[in-house]
């Protein structure tokens, strides 16, 4: 009653909207690049921005929309299988999480949902355009229905950070990684955890993992994390499991310079590519999926975080720490265009 009576908004400005497309964000110098996606047509390239994600051409030649919403830190946009819809995980450090799920044809945001108390990460999608699944820094997995918003999976058997997220091919488990060093398979429908897929051993992996992806034709997963090294694991173990043993490893590719920021399969599944970030500078590497032999290394003078193929194979998209935009050839490695995805407001920067 108080409130129609005209009583005046008191809450924190940190829980008002900061930005909207009628005040847009304006930038003094580029973004750190967290997050880059080609729509499964080809069409778009989505990059992560501040408070917004910046939907371009896939060539990199216009901007056709700014998904501006509540968070400020942007961790993952991946388009939907479909590509009717972009999923985004992010927020505010330190005071909240978010999920938006935002329409790609005429950008209108479907879902904005809050979810903890910092930034959420690895947000993906079921392979029928159902469920987006994403991780939290409280060591918790989730997962939730776009349709009405309700969560559908919840498990917590992490024990740090949840940094990514992928469904099986069948979208009947999620496989997720952390930064304590695992790998782990969950039955979607029960929220149960079903195994440990990378080794338990102490001491067989150096370090936490960052990454994971699936072959788009089978239940195979390319993660990568703080030793370097880009590996391939089968889902599902079909042996008994012995301490010491790293059965469900298929193949390691070449080893990155640093730390794996991210790692991406090609849409056929032929190829991989992975990029790191050591000391200020970044490095990405492609090779081929099926003998892990290494096709081309490209080395950047900034930390590269995030890495992406075009449907067609030919191009990849990478971004870091300089807020360029790398669109790389994946058959040689050279890089034919790099854009900062913002203008830069150059007078109001020199008012700094």
């Not at 994971?212 to 993660?223: G, I, M, Q």
């Not at 790293?246 to 991210?262: E, H, Q």
């Not at 190829?271 to 290494?294: H, L, M, P, R, W």
Request: glycine share 10%.
């Amino acid at each position: 009653q108080w409130i129609t009576q005209g009583a005046g908004n008191d809450s924190p400005a940190s829980t008002r909207l900061r930005y909207s497309p009628e005040n847009p964000p304006v930038y003094v110098a580029a973004p750190i690049i967290t997050s880059v996606d080609f729509s499964s047509d080809g069409k778009y390239l989505a990059i992560s921005g501040f408070h917004e994600v910046l939907l371009y051409r896939a060539d990199g030649s216009e901007l056709v929309a700014r998904l501006i919403g509540l968070s400020e830190r942007i961790e993952s946009a991946r388009f939907s299988p479909d590509g009717s819809m972009l999923a985004v995980a992010g927020g505010s450090p330190g005071r909240m999480g978010e999920l938006q799920v935002w329409k790609v044809a005429d950008a209108e945001l479907l879902l904005a949902l809050t979810a903890g108390y910092d930034t959420i990460y690895g947000a993906n999608w079921s392979p029928d355009s159902t469920l987006v699944s994403y991780g939290c820094p409280d060591a918790t997995i989730h997962a939730v229905k776009i349709e009405d918003a309700t969560e559908v999976l919840f498990n917590g058997a992490h024990s740090d950070w949840v940094l990514d997220t992928v469904f099986s091919k069948a979208g009947d488990h999620l496989v997720t990684v952390s930064r304590d060093r695992s790998m782990k398979l969950i039955n979607v429908k029960t929220s149960q955890f079903i195994d440990n897929i990378t080794s338990i051993t102490p001491g067989a992996l150096k370090g936490g993992l960052h990454a994971v992806d699936r072959h788009p034709d089978k239940d195979e997963l390319l993660a990568g994390g703080v030793d370097g090294v880009p590996r391939v694991y089968k889902m599902v173990r079909d042996k008994a499991r012995k301490i010491g043993d790293d059965y469900n490893l298929i193949r390691a590719f070449p080893k990155l310079k640093g730390r794996i920021f991210s790692t991406r399969f090609s849409h056929d599944g032929s190829k991989i590519v992975a990029g790191s970030s050591f000391n200020g500078t970044g490095q990405i590497k492609i090779a081929n999926y099926a003998d892990g032999k290494e096709i081309a290394s490209v080395d950047i003078a900034s930390g590269i975080f995030t890495v992406a193929f075009h449907p067609d194979g030919k191009t990849i998209a990478a971004g870091g720490f300089d807020g360029y935009i790398y669109l790389i050839d994946a058959a040689t490695g050279t890089i034919a265009k790099q854009f900062i995805p913002v203008e830069i407001q150059a007078e109001v920067a020199k008012t700094k």
